[in-house]
């Protein structure tokens, strides 16, 4: 199969839609897009386990075509079980996304002209090989987020967007500051080739923290996070969907597949202060969060604590935590999503995310506040849902990283499961449960978009809850050749 | 210990033992509200007979046809499948254990819910959301069955979750009551932090045990010679072996289940859930989780006597305490929910004192013989207490009194759970509690007292409460007939009173012991002499104060004085969790780190983006407002940067 389906697919969306007439022939097109790409993705997923299952290479469906020869960059496409976990999260969040922007009047035609921009962004991001093309798609999904967030958004929109647009920027100048590194070095920005050589230390301990931190920037890495709460909160519901569910994954992708997994010696001696980073995040992220009052904010802030998990996994460096931060990326994409989502539905709805003014919504609007509550048990790692997998996973591997401090690291990690739990039940206590606010005696509930949009969310999320072998067996294969590398390489 | 995997045929109906509840939470909670409005209950009961009738012939085929080989139970493992592999060595395989505790726990977990199933149809009926409770009591059985059959502590931990989020939506079911909020919260909390104490102990006992299974970790680390056993005793942390360590912190995780001092604060407030629910979960089943997980490491635990000192101590504090504050409280479910703790507590601390094998395993047939009875006539109080509740429209003893004629089944039936409770011969408690009153006098004389004591508690706090709500005074609620309620009341009432009576005759003793050989017990008349006077003289004393308003009750209150005050305001551990929770966790933690996020970390961004703005705007004479503008520099400024850090390098 042509991965380059993936990039074309949203491109002609976005030109489609260009083309068309109205909210209703615009958000049809949308739809149609993002169900191709769901199609293409399943297709994929049986087609990659099957050539995988017969004892196929570390990437599948690869090819590579000479892009610019004097800095010799290549447009070089493969994918593995990590990228290919990372793109079916992209297409559910894409569908799910689209669908709950369904009655956008204004200037609907730029909206999802920008969101499947956006998608395609994050396609190309994870299906490249090649550093160069890598970084090109990073920026394709930067600029479009600056855009929702400025002329949809709400609240301090025109802050909140330049915030995030300066600081992803930012990001992106260190991440193309380490990339520079490496190709000097190598003499070539072809993953596979680099990953095959070996870089000396002291140029990988230069390089690596500009690649870690520029793509940590992404995937809120402490003290680097504080565009997420404000960006988030702004943002109109399916950016927010995007941004939490697969931009911070570009960032978590990118540290392990281009700073881990290429620069495996630096990654070791600087392992300490990611792991540092990534539990101060994760323990102050969730106290943080219990102080919010917005549901935005709580979602937002919550989403600093969980992604440090996929930090902590990479910084432990086993194959088991590493393992747990693909899954941990997975499972907060959807998981994310589905909270934004729902977030959405109820202010659409009440106008307000205080929780204060809210408060027992699940009379009225029972199926809103059900899939409210079920991201809310996600969140806390309730088992029979991806975060409860995602979470084992990477406090099993921690733990098997046997140096005593990251030990305590480990710990601190788990009691954040007890804060989340507290913001939680906080947070669903005051809107799902409680008296009803008289107010909202006459709300309406989920129309059968927003139902279909849960749906999609909610069954991955499920799948991933109920089966996690079958999303093992999908990665881990992946995670093990970057591990082996990763291990093998340390003197 | 011998592990053997076999799959003998009868076994496999295991799966649907797990699978029909599931099953049924999935079509009621899906479908349910929409097309089988009033169905529901009768769906969620027939499946639950269902289960209970294989569950019952599962059971009794094991402990009575081939269970045993050459005279002791065998641990079987009736399937397996690899659910999530961590490392080769670690993963969590979803299985199902068959030896006489998962035997005799299912038989409990479902007999009890199919009374509170039968029950809820005419408690329930009307509720708006009859069909969502039916769904909730579904999920709660097929966790709660999960946790009991589980072979791997990963697993274990997983049902673990689920029991407590099923409990928590029950308590939280009138989610209209702002009380009913607030205790489903605490329910959640309080046992989420012990949760997290037995998370840890898992990482502990996985790591140097190089397993997730039960039978293996339990095999590899009572064995003197293994290597695993020799890593998690020599490696210490602050001068206690990591065994210890690994044990305590798995106990944390039980104690809070089982609400176990000082874990216990969330148990009374969980009272706030439906009656039938506080019946099942709050008294005959969740709560003994701890129990049972104590019980199911046993052979770990019988090694490390710290450790067990540690469950003996904590199970007799516990026990005393709570029977101290229920003398005191007024709420008749409140009364019970301390009732349910101080003999959890005995079940606890008859395991502290046991040890591994033979004889000297008493204790933990004890312990687990009184696990059984005490599901049955717990559960009966508990549905008595909703009878009357339901009649009475309250929870307070004072509006109640008087109430022996208007209910005569409910009166028989609470008046059988009390001596039952009490430990009365030949009601179920007095053979259980007879035989942890004996291990506890062989073992260790201050336990001894303590459970005395807690037993001659037990007596007077129990009549205390028949008194009052049957005889004290004439009924003041007059008479409607039918006081006792549906048929479908009626009959889990006296099919519990018929468990009350005769449960005690079962054999635990020859079916459930550590190390699987039956034991053979002998009462001593003698022995057993002391209790029961003391807790006649108890009950005699009760009725004294209560069977008529004498002013008995007021005076011995004030001869307690403070003490009385302190344990009705239930020693105020309540005040000290508050003052922990929202004085210094929110204010000295959760605030300043929202402050600092937005004051010192966000600030600095600002900052750093306004120092740029106004360098740029120096530099440049314009300041234009534009990101791309401030894009551009930033970026050319940083590529700049690296352009000159490669030609230094080289």
């Known amino acids: 199969m042509n991965l380059t389906l993936l990039i074309i697919v949203p491109f002609l969306t976005a030109i489609a839609v260009l083309f068309c007439k109205g909210l209703k022939q615009v958000r049809t097109v949308s739809l149609a897009g993002a169900a191709v790409q769901l199609a293409l993705v399943v297709f994929l997923l049986i087609a990659y386990w099957q050539q995988h299952t017969s004892g196929g290479s570390q990437f599948l469906f690869e090819s590579n075509v000479m892009w610019f020869k004097p800095l010799n960059i290549n447009y070089h496409v493969g994918i593995d079980g990590i990228s290919l976990a990372m793109i079916t999260l992209t297409a559910l969040v894409v569908l799910a996304g689209t669908l709950v922007s369904w009655s956008t009047e204004k200037l609907s035609k730029e909206f999802f002209f920008l969101l499947a921009l956006l998608s395609m962004g994050a396609y190309g991001f994870f299906i490249s090989l090649d550093l160069f093309t890598m970084f090109f798609f990073l920026e394709v999904a930067v600029v479009p987020k600056f855009l929702l967030i400025g002329i949809w958004g709400s609240g301090k929109k025109e802050y909140s967007a330049m915030k995030l647009a300066l600081m992803l920027m930012a990001g992106s100048a260190l991440v193309f500051v380490g990339l520079a590194g490496i190709y000097f070095q190598a003499n070539s920005f072809d993953v596979i080739q680099i990953a095959g050589m070996h870089i000396p230390l002291s140029v990988q301990k230069t390089f690596f923290p500009f690649a870690f931190i520029g793509f940590g920037i992404f995937t809120a890495l402490f003290p680097f996070h504080t565009w997420v709460p404000d960006g988030h909160s702004s943002a109109p519901t399916a950016a927010s969907m995007f941004l939490a569910g697969i931009s911070m994954k570009l960032g978590g992708y990118g540290c392990l597949r281009v700073a881990t997994y290429l620069m495996p010696d630096a990654a070791h001696s600087y392992a300490w202060i990611i792991i540092l980073l990534a539990t101060i995040a994760i323990i102050y992220g969730a106290f943080a969060t219990m102080m919010q009052t917005d549901l935005k904010y709580i979602n937002a802030y919550s989403s600093v604590s969980h992604c440090g998990f996929v930090l902590l996994g990479i910084g432990m460096l086993t194959k088991t935590s590493v ?77 098997q990283n046997p140096d005593a401090w990251y030990r305590f690291a480990t710990i601190l990690a788990c009691a954040s499961i007890v804060v989340t739990a507290v913001y939680i039940l906080r947070a669903t206590g005051r809107s799902i449960m409680g008296p009803l606010n008289a107010s909202y005696n006459q709300l309406t509930d989920a129309s059968w978009n927003e139902k279909l949009a849960a749906g999609v969310l909610i069954t991955g999320i499920v799948i991933m809850g109920v089966a996690p072998f079958l999303i093992t067996k999908l990665i881990a294969p992946s995670t093990d050749v970057i591990m082996n590398k990763v291990l093998t390489m340390v003197k | 210990m011998k592990e053997r995997v076999r799959l003998m045929n009868y076994q496999q109906y295991l799966l649907p033992v797990l699978l029909l509840p599931l099953a049924c939470f999935l079509l009621l909670g899906l479908f349910g509200k929409k097309h089988l409005k009033n169905a529901s209950g009768v769906i969620g009961t027939a499946s639950m007979f269902a289960v209970t009738i294989i569950s019952v012939l599962v059971a009794g085929r094991y402990f009575f046809a081939d269970g045993k080989v050459d005279g002791v139970y065998q641990h079987l493992i009736a399937y397996k499948y690899n659910w999530l592999a961590f490392s080769p060595t670690l993963s969590i395989d979803m299985g199902a254990i068959v030896d006489p505790i998962s035997m005799m726990m299912i038989v409990v977990v479902s007999f009890i819910s199919l009374m509170v199933h039968i029950f809820s149809l005419g408690y329930m009926k009307g509720e708006e959301r009859f069909t969502t409770y039916y769904a909730y009591l579904s999920l709660f059985t097929f966790s709660m069955l999960g946790l009991v059959l589980s072979s791997n502590i990963f697993q274990m931990y997983i ?22 909020v607030v205790a489903s919260k605490k329910a959640f909390m309080v046992t989420r932090f012990a949760d997290f104490g037995f998370l840890i102990g898992i990482l502990v006992l996985s790591f140097y045990g190089g397993t997730l299974d039960f039978n293996a970790l339990i095999q590899r680390l009572t064995a003197p010679q293994s290597g695993e056993f020799v890593s998690i005793t020599t490696a210490s942390f602050l001068g206690i072996s990591m065994l210890t360590w690994g044990l305590c912190l798995v106990f944390v995780g039980g104690a809070g289940k089982s609400a176990m001092f000082p874990l216990h604060i969330w148990l009374p407030d969980a009272m706030e859930g439906p009656t039938p629910v506080s019946a099942l979960i709050h008294a005959a089943t969740m709560v003994v989780a701890g129990v049972y997980l104590v019980a199911r490491l046993f052979p770990v635990f019988a090694i490390d006597v710290p450790a067990l000192q540690i469950v003996t101590w904590v199970g007799a504090i516990s026990a005393l305490v709570a029977a101290i504050i229920a003398c005191t409280q007024t709420d008749i479910k409140r009364v019970l929910a301390y009732s349910t703790m101080s003999q959890i507590g005995y079940m606890m601390f008859a395991l502290g004192i046991s040890r591994y094998g033979g004889e000297n395993g008493l204790g933990y047939t004890a312990s687990l013989f009184h696990l059984f009875t005490h599901a049955f006539f717990k559960s009966l109080l508990f549905l008595g207490a909703g009878v009357i509740i339901h009649f009475v429209h309250s929870n307070d003893l004072k509006d109640m009194g008087g109430l022996r004629k208007l209910m005569p089944v409910t009166h028989i039936a609470f008046l059988v759970a009390c001596l039952a409770i009490a430990g009365v011969p030949p009601f179920a408690g007095f053979f259980s509690k007879e035989e942890i009153l004996t291990a ?121 004085g403070s003490f009385y005050k302190a344990a009705t305001k239930k020693f105020y551990v309540d005040e000290i969790y508050l003052f922990i929770t929202r004085k210094v966790i929110f204010n000295l933690i959760g605030r300043p780190a929202a402050w600092i996020d937005r004051n010192i970390i966000d600030a600095f961004v600002n900052g750093v983006a306004a120092t740029t703005a106004r360098i740029s705007g120096l530099i440049k004479g314009l300041q234009s407002g534009k990101v791309q503008t401030y894009a551009l520099y930033f970026f050319s400024g940083i590529a700049g940067l690296a352009v000159l850090f490669i030609y230094l390098w080289k």
Request: proline letters at 3%.
């Open chain 2, 440 to 560: 506890s006098f062989h073992s260790n004389k201050i336990i001894y007292a303590i459970a005395l004591f807690t037993a001659v508690l037990t007596a007077f706090y129990m009549f205390r409460l028949y008194f009052s709500i049957f005889w004290r005074k004439e009924a003041t609620v007059h008479g409607t007939h039918n006081a006792d309620g549906t048929a479908s009341m009626k009959i889990p009432l006296i099919v519990l009173m018929i468990c009350s009576v005769g449960a005690g005759l079962v054999p635990i003793t020859k079916m459930v012991t550590s190390d699987g050989v039956p034991l053979e017990t002998h009462m001593d008349v003698l022995f057993s002499l002391v209790p029961i006077v003391l807790v006649l003289f108890a009950i005699f004393f009760a009725a004294r104060m209560y069977k008529k308003e004498n002013g008995s009750a007021g005076k011995m209150a004030v001869a307690f």
């Open chain 1, 323 to 399: 393992n747990g931060a693909v899954l941990q990326m997975v499972s907060h994409g959807l998981m994310t999503a589905l909270f934004f989502a729902a977030i959405g539905m109820i202010y659409s709805r009440t106008h307000t995310r205080q929780i204060a003014q809210l408060g027992g919504l699940l009379k009225v609007t029972p199926f809103i506040s059900t899939v409210f509550t079920i991201a809310g048990l996600c969140s806390l790692g309730l088992p029979g849902f991806s975060g409860f997998v995602a979470e084992m996973t990477v406090f099993m591997g921690s733990w």
């Open chain 2, 159 to 180: 049902f673990w979750e689920l029991v407590g989020v099923s409990s928590f939506l029950l308590i939280g079911f009138y989610y209209n009551k702002p009380s009913a």
